[in-house]
């Protein structure tokens, strides 16, 4: 039996234990979630460029090498869109070439899986323009990756964390909302500035009767009114807000919720709103399901 079919194991092992510890240390930094599943099946992945390297050709160990991390990022942390994709995968490179290159050196210099015959280093004098070439590339990297890291602790310090509770027969629903300055909308009737929701967020905690009125076709109507005044109940918690979109005029579904507070810090701070649902992904890097109104920190302060 060969050295490589002896060791496979052990290389499966120690590549997958590694690939698992870069992504979670990579998540951590960009302060994305990685769930278990995502986890293995990104440590399985990983695991193909080892099992080329010992049955395949050289043109698909080279291959591999260059389209498994990106299945690696993908399957780790679902990411969606071009940027927040693009932003995992140059910090999984980062840091798999810093911290993974450098447990690589210390493992070959104390000479694990080698003799000290073999153990030997050489750079010829006509390739020291890698030297030069490979510093570039690690601070051009490190420059996008400082402006993202910017651009993200100003996010941090706009995200709050919410508690909504829908009130009877209803769950307290917990999100990370940012503060939105653009967001304007108000309750047409008390005036309350608006907390827009994700819908898909809010269902996890709405009651059953709310859940059963967002299933009518009242959305795309002109006049979506008639819908609540076929119900009393339904006109005490519900009303529709009007917005403009790019198709002209159309009309969001408010909540007015039993009570609403934020966290930021120590104690919670309790505030009025109407809770507007929209269908979309707000963030698609998942860091936050609502928008705040920018009243609602300013008069919830003011308030506590």
């Known amino acids: 039996m060969t050295g490589e079919g002896t060791y496979l194991d052990l290389n499966f092992l120690i590549n997958g234990g590694m690939d698992a510890f870069l992504l979670m240390l990579t998540g951590r930094l960009l302060h994305f979630s990685v769930s278990r599943i995502g986890l293995l ?3 399985l992945i990983g695991e193909i460029p080892v099992v080329f390297a010992v049955t395949g050709p050289t043109v698909l160990v080279i291959f591999s090498k260059m389209v498994v991390p990106l299945l690696m990022v993908r399957a780790a942390y679902g990411c969606l869109g071009l940027r927040s994709c693009s932003k995992a995968f140059l ?5 798999s070439a810093g911290l993974g290159g450098l447990i690589q050196a210390l493992w070959g210099w104390v000479q694990f899986d080698v003799s000290p015959a073999k153990a030997t280093l050489a750079l010829a004098l006509h390739n020291l323009w890698v030297l030069p ?8 990297s490190q420059t996008i990756w ?3 890291q910017s651009e993200m602790f100003h996010y941090q310090a706009s995200i709050y964390d919410v508690e909504i509770d829908f009130g009877e027969n209803g769950d307290i629903l917990q999100v990370k909302a940012l503060l939105d300055t653009g967001n304007s909308l108000r309750d047409p009737l008390t005036g309350a500035p608006v907390l827009i929701l994700e819908e898909a967020a809010a269902a996890a905690a709405m009651p059953k009767e709310l859940k059963e009125f967002l299933q009518l076709p009242w959305r795309g109507v002109r006049d979506p009114w008639p819908f609540l005044l076929a119900n009393p109940d339904w006109l005490k918690r519900l009303i529709f807000i009007p ?3 790019l198709g002209g005029e159309n009309w969001l579904l408010g909540i007015r919720p039993k009570g609403v507070c934020y966290q930021k810090g120590e104690g919670k701070t309790p505030f009025k709103a109407t809770v507007a649902l929209v269908g979309q992904v707000l963030s698609q890097e998942g860091a936050y399901q609502a928008l705040l109104h920018q009243e609602h920190v300013q008069k919830g302060a003011d308030d506590a």
């Open 146 to 148: 400082q402006r993202w």
């Open 91 to 95: 910090g999984f490179l980062l840091v």
């Open 243 to 245: 917005y403009k979109g």
């Open 133 to 140: 070439l490979a510093a570039f590339l690690w601070w051009l």
């Open 41 to 43: 099946i990104a440590s």
